[in-house]
């Protein structure tokens, strides 16, 4: 795969389609199966309630990787990626009910840089509060 977006045609300040993903126990039960992070404040509302938490969080891991989704459906080709990195600013916090818990994502170009590469800026927000800081990727574009 290659990218799908022309590097002549993005500007800075060009906004990437936002979106949301939905967030369940079940997801998470699924996410620690294939990551093999099985730590209980990720599926142990005891637990997760014991150690100071609101209650059972998503991993981090899997929460960077949703956020990124929006960058990699722009893109068109997840490869394009090269850089990417964030930081942790607040749980995402998974209630246990049929509705979960929901991350919105919304990035723009903040930088077009050397050999057809620009920076993405990302904000990912979850129940009103902003869950990843510095949260930056940078694509190779075609």
């Not at 005891?46 to 150690?51: G, I, L, P, S």
């Not at 938490?53 to 998503?58: E, R």
């Amino acid at each position: 795969m290659t990218a799908q977006i022309q590097y002549d045609d993005v500007e800075v300040g060009t906004e990437l389609p936002a979106a949301s993903f939905p967030v369940t126990r079940a997801t998470l039960v699924r996410y620690a199966g294939a990551s093999g992070d099985f730590n209980p404040i990720h599926w142990n509302e005891k637990f997760a309630k014991e150690v100071g938490l609101p209650d059972v969080i998503a991993h981090g891991m899997f929460t960077m990787a949703e956020a990124v989704r929006v960058v990699t459906d722009w893109v068109g080709d997840p490869g394009a990626v090269v850089e990417y990195g964030v930081r942790f600013t607040k749980p995402v916090v998974v209630p246990n009910d049929d509705q979960g818990a929901l991350i919105e994502v919304t990035a723009k170009v903040a930088a077009k840089l050397e050999d057809n590469r620009v920076r993405v800026d990302l904000t990912a927000m979850s129940a009103g509060q902003k869950i990843l800081g510095m949260s930056r990727a940078v694509v190779t574009l075609a």
